[in-house]
């Protein structure tokens, strides 16, 4: 087992004589959660993998060509707000000086991760992607499809494009009282004007959403005038994602203009969609029939790991596992039938790919 400069952890299997000659294939999910978030999403996906690698050695199968089992780091990008950035920093992805990015106490990536003990430039846990054969994610769908149908494993077919990004409003702090309505530039009720605009733009875009999970006021007092609104953007689509987010900066800019106050976007992450290899569409496929699924195929609206796999051009696989009550809440839940099922199946196409 090792950790890379990104955190993530890392168990490599090396069949005895191949002296790492062949790429790997890897599977695996992220640890990491949301706050208040359930305990599957990312987890069980882990799990899966241990389990499937697990159950092929105990039954006295050996892998001819190596297998690594990956814990990505950071997923949720719920401390820093980059999300993916453990696979980002595998795969060459991450934003412009992500490493400076601070949390809500000032502490930078870079630093946090010497706090960790690694040396703080998460850009050399990069990987070679042609040292990966494939890339397979286990992952609770966190939606209610399977659910509905009755289904324990679907697979996806592709996963939809996703901008992160920061909001900042600037307006002018005030005070409350001696301030007329008519004088204000108030960044709030400006912030709160755009957040409506993005939640109209993305309804109005099929399969389009659009999300302010966090929003900050500064100076934050009942009785001044907010001087300034951060808020968080995620913008997700199957396609057409610039568009939405073409519309989105305009409507931003109006509204800031109307009510004169400033408005800057800073982009976070932003991953295209990433429609999953269509060979590992049908290894999935396959898998799911081997425990006896004929398992659906889904969009995922969900972000994963899997987008930078596949973006890098590691033919990637996901295998979704039906989940209940939601996600990114407690009451995320899945059996343990439905995990046993899902370890089955990718051991089958462990054993495809690597025995
Ligand atoms: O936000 C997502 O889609 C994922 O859970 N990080
Ligand atoms: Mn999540
Ligand atoms: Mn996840």
Redesign the pocket.
Known sequence: MRRDAAANLWAHFEPAGSEGRSPSTVVGS?LDS?PEGGRF??ALGVLCAVEAVDAILDAGARFRRPVEIVAWAD???ARFGI??FGSCAAFGRLPDRALERRDRDGVSIAEALRALGERGDATTARRDPKELAAYIEPHIE?GPRLADRGLPLGLVSDIVG?LHGRVTVGGRADHAGATTMTARADALAGASEMVLAIEALAKGRGDAVGTVGEIAVRPGAKNVVPGECVFSL?L?AARGLDDLVRDVRAAIRRIGDARRVTSSIDVLANVPAAPLDAGMRDLMRRAAKSVGVDAPELV?????DAMNAQLAGVPTGMLFIRSTGG??TPRESATVDDAALAADALAFALRELAC
């Open positions: 992220h949301v999403d990312g997923e949720e990008g999300g993916l966190q996703i995620d997700r995922s609206g969900a972000g994963h996600s990114h």
